[in-house]
């Protein structure tokens, strides 16, 4: 199959051929875990959500598939898509530009699915139009998976919002979980014992879950070791996506391993243990030059978010980027470290991020309605909807109602829900 970079489309008319057919997509292509395609040996198992799946996809053109790591929800979706669409064309849009690639119609032609693997890649908070009108002409469906730590945080009910929390509110007419049920188990355990008991070299305890996996990775390591994938699970849980340098590591060590001239040295060899291809069917850490990235996988499973030093919170904040400075301070929110979280969403609002500005507008509204409804105004120029709903009730609270219904209005229009039971009450 030839490259499909964006590279290939730009300036182009692109006509519904020259994207690859959804039913020529490849499991690695779609985003499926390589562990999981080697472990299955091109085997699927129907799951009971796919009913739930096709019913959101025929009423909504839409949907999103929430679940733990390794619960199958890429390849559920792969399954059901080329089952509904198979001559349709596939189209997976890079990250840092979507929204302009989703909108422009030579890149995402009629009869395409659009495939949104992971929806935490995506945090423009502008792309909920860019979808949403593609999806009212009937001519393209979306598709959607989330892991569950993130989802939760997403959508959360508190008005502090995460950068794919109006993504995510988008799909809450058309969205499902996924877990293997143990009537799935048992079922699957007859027609593969392999994937329903893989052996350790494989996939220790694929079916049995989150938990189970997590333990396997933590019996195979030593004290040493678990305390660097804590570490970096704990990065991970921050918002952080981008790789943590050795010297990073080194600078924030003694708040886990204490101060002793060895600490150097029981860093490098457990950074070495936990990258070794040979040791465990799924590395725990992947090396780029002098940094390391978790594992997905792990990054989902190895949380102690009841462990996270000053350090780690101070070196966040000085390395996120405006995404991660936004979702960094949500967390910092949820933990009450308020300093940290007004800090991280400056940095955030200060780079023209507008869930950033809009957090900090609800977090200074508490002593400062003029500079909350400035950076509201600023984010509404970004086209945040979540934004307009804050400035609407705002002014309706100062009994501004045409100013407030107006807001309000536009929210609903630009697809953020939780905004019509407000207006109705207006």
Known sequence: MPSHSLDLFMGEVITHNELPSVRDVKPDEAGVNPIVAKVSDGLYFNRGVEARIRSCLNQNNRVLVIGDAMTGKTQTL????????????????????????????????????????????????????????R????????????????????????????????????????????????????????????????????LPQYLAGGQQLSEFFFEEANEDEEKILTIFANWHFLGMRRALKTDQLLEIAPDYFG???????????ALANLTDTQEFAITPLVAQEDSYCISKVLAELAIDSDNISESLWLLALGAASPVEATSLGLVAYQHDQENIAYQAWLKAATADEGTAMTNLGIFM??????????????AIAKGNT?????????????????????????????????????????
């Not at 049920?181 to 052996?199: D, F, M, R």
């Open 78 to 133: 792969l399954h059901v898509i080329k089952q509904l669409y198979p001559s349709w064309g596939f189209f997976k849009p890079s990250p840092p530009d979507a929204v302009n690639q989703i909108t422009d119609l030579k890149i995402v032609p009629a009869n395409t699915v659009i495939w949104l693997d992971n929806l935490a890649d995506y945090p423009q908070p502008e792309l909920v139009a860019a979808l949403n009108s």
């Open 135 to 202: 999806v009212q002409s009937k001519q393209c469906v979306v598709v959607a998976s989330l892991d569950s730590t993130t989802a939760n945080r997403a959508l959360t009910d508190s008005d502090i919002k995460d950068p794919i929390s109006s993504l995510a509110y988008w799909f809450h007419d058309c969205c499902t979980t996924l877990s293997w049920s143990g009537a799935e188990q048992h079922a699957l355990a007859k027609i593969s014992p392999k994937l329903a008991s893989a052996t350790k070299k494989d």
């Open 259 to 269: 101060r002793d001239d060895s600490v150097a040295s029981r860093i490098e060899t």
């Open 365 to 378: 509204s508490q002593n400062d309605d003029h500079g909350a409804e400035q950076w509201w105004q600023q």
């Open 386 to 426: 979540i934004a307009m709903a804050q400035l609407g009730t705002a002014l309706f609270n100062r009994n501004d109602i045409s100013g407030a219904v107006y807001w309000l209005s536009q929210a609903v229009a630009d697809g953020w829900p939780q905004t019509r039971y407000q207006l109705s009450c207006r």
